[in-house]
């Protein structure tokens, strides 16, 4: 079995230019979220799909920042213009229903693709 | 706004040591709250995790206690040990909805 696995691991990019990550759930898992971390901070929740709708966004999503889960399975996260302030790890988690259908709280992360805008 | 807030910072502890990690929420339809462990370049990893309906569970070497008048929570970690130095984040969620992280607590145990 599988756990949760992010593409790239790394990513150093220009001020200005455009990142794409992808992030790959625990196959039946229902529930994809992705968050934010810098150093030294907890991290901070972006979004969530449920299958393939995006149920909730946080304000700290701004319109350069995009995520699709097309197909219920992988996500991707896109950032259009990249900041400095885009700088952290990015954090792709995935959860499943418990046994009486609801939701076990229990959140799997991946390992995290670092963001390195210059 | 930080909607759950964990102390200390960091703490260093003498292996063996009982390290204690706090937590205090102020919204009151929080109705999980699990703590995490994270390693450098790792993602977070689920380690215990209380609802509200107990005073405390055990797993292990790691407690977490509750205190629902309060609104705080905190995890124990017994006998503790040189590889459990890592990052440590309480964190809460409403009705199954997304978790809110604290901060984080750094824990270093000494050999």
Sequence with gaps: ?118 | QQQVKQSPQSLIVQKGGIPIINCAYENTAFDYFPWYQQFPGKGPALLIAIRPDVSEKKEGRFTISFNKSAKQFSLHIMDSQPGDSATYFCAASEYGNKLVFGAGTILRVKS
Excluded at chain 1, 31 to 41: A, F, I, S
Excluded at chain 1, 73 to 85: D, K, N, P, V
């Design chain 1, 1 to 118: 079995d599988t756990g949760v696995s992010q593409d790239p691991r790394h990513k150093i990019t220009k001020r200005g230019q455009n990142v794409t990550f992808r992030c790959d759930p625990i196959s039946e898992h229902n529930r994809l979220y992705w968050y934010r971390q810098t150093l030294g901070q907890g991290p901070e929740f972006l979004t969530y799909f449920q299958n393939e709708a995006q149920l909730e966004k946080s304000r700290l999503l701004s319109d350069r920042f995009s995520a699709e889960r097309p197909k219920g399975s992988f996500s991707t996260l896109e950032i259009q213009r990249t900041e400095q302030g885009d700088s952290a790890m990015y954090l792709c988690a995935s959860s499943s229903p418990g046994l009486a259908g609801g939701w076990t709280g229990e959140l799997f992360f991946g390992e995290g693709s670092r963001l390195t805008v210059l």
